[in-house]
């Protein structure tokens, strides 16, 4: 199992930046899939972002693309969320994911990176606060 601990996060006025990070340790082949969730007060957890370091493939929700980058950072162990742009309503707990059940298949980043089930390595969260 891969373990996973998230930092960046914090509070921001609307229009502002924010850059995640997600530092990985523990199996490394758990780490090729992995994904950014988001959860508000009283909504249910949804995919953000998704990338397969494997080949390079990514996946945004909707209401974050051309916004949200999610990319690998020079050190191999990090995946980072670069937010711009940011709205009220990007406010949330911010969760990095990997160890995904179905990485390394075709497509995985557009059928499988947004699905919180998919996912058996979670950190502990960091708010992003945005007003």
């Known amino acids: 199992q891969v373990q996973l601990v998230e930092s960046g996060g914090g509070s921001v006025q609307a229009g502002g930046s924010l850059r995640l990070s997600c530092a990985a340790s523990?199996?490394?082949?758990?780490?090729?899939?992995m994904g950014w969730f988001r959860q508000a007060p009283g909504k249910e957890r949804e995919g953000v972002a998704a990338i397969y370091l494997g080949g390079g493939t990514t996946y945004y929700h909707t209401s974050v693309k051309g916004r949200f980058t999610i990319s690998q950072d020079n050190a191999e162990n990090t995946v980072t969320l670069q937010m711009n742009s940011l709205k009220p309503e990007d406010t949330a707990m911010y969760y990095c994911?990997?160890?995904?059940?179905?990485?390394?298949?075709?497509?995985?980043?557009?059928?499988?990176?947004?699905?919180?089930?998919?996912?058996?390595?979670w950190g502990q969260g960091t708010q992003v606060t945005v007003s």
């Open positions: 523990g199996y490394t082949a758990s780490r090729y899939c």
């Open positions: 994911a990997a160890d995904s059940f179905s990485c390394g298949l075709p497509g995985w980043a557009r059928r499988y990176g947004a699905v919180s089930t998919e996912y058996n390595s």
